[in-house]
């Protein structure tokens, strides 16, 4: 079955340290994308690829890095510098003909 | 269980007039009602969210949605359309405030704002 794979489900991390998260889908769509969300939230927009190769920033990128090297893998690397990291992040990719496909979600926190 | 019906595909509208994005959902439980824009090659983008505590919602950039139960509706307005509106919106129902992101995706409908 088609869909998006999120890696790890569960994430704790250090203060100081960097983690990346992963995320791969076998649904051949162009465009992916990474988000935030916060308790009582709607989704913020942290990266995203319309294309392999080549990522935007969204709207809350400081303290985030990805990499676009495969059209199916889409990794955001959280950083040090990313001052209040615990929350949980979402990836999705969307194709021309269908809607959003959300993977099942990383929950990050700092320890 | 949950769906979601955006109504139109495409909106079409002159700058300056009033915006109508229809959205009708069916739930068997109270369900909190999200509408997300998404501009061209961009991201999604939250406009408002309602969680019960007032039927008529204010959200960012003069949007507003009321939601009617006896309709099983959740219109997203705006008054006075603005060039920079045109984008894609969608409608979104959950059964949680923290997930709408498992919640069901309308089909999304696309605005035109014609000068």
């Known amino acids: 079955d088609g869909g998006i794979t999120q890696s790890p489900k569960y994430l704790f991390r250090k203060e100081g340290q960097n983690v990346t998260l992963s995320c791969e889908q076998n649904l051949n769509h162009d465009a992916m994308y990474w988000y935030r969300q916060d308790p009582g939230q709607g989704l913020r927009l942290i990266y995203y690829?319309?294309?392999?190769?080549?990522?935007q920033k969204g709207d809350i990128a400081e303290g985030y890095s990805v990499s676009r090297e495969k059209k199916e893998s889409f990794p955001l690397t959280v950083t040090s510098a990313q001052k209040n990291p615990t929350a949980f992040y979402l990836c999705?990719?969307?194709?021309?003909?269908?809607?959003?496909?959300f993977g099942s979600g990383t929950r990050l926190t700092v320890v | 269980a949950q769906s979601v019906t955006q109504l139109d595909s495409h909106v079409s509208v002159s700058e300056g007039t009033p915006v109508l994005l229809r959205c009708n959902y069916s739930s068997s439980y109270s369900p909190s009602l999200f509408w997300y824009v998404q501009h061209p090659n961009k991201g999604l983008q939250l406009l408002l969210k309602y969680t019960s505590a007032a039927t008529l919602v204010k959200g960012i950039n003069g949007f507003e949605a009321e939601f009617k139960k006896s309709e099983t509706s959740f219109h997203l307005t705006k008054p006075s359309a603005h060039m920079s509106d045109a984008a894609e919106y969608f409608c979104?129902?959950?059964?949680?405030?923290?997930?709408?992101?498992?919640?069901?995706f309308g089909s999304g409908t696309r605005l035109l704002v014609r000068p």
């Open positions: 690829s319309q294309i392999v190769n080549d990522f």
């Open positions: 979104v129902v959950s059964a949680d405030l923290d997930s709408s992101y498992t919640g069901i």
């Open positions: 999705a990719s969307k194709g021309n003909l269908h809607g959003y496909t």
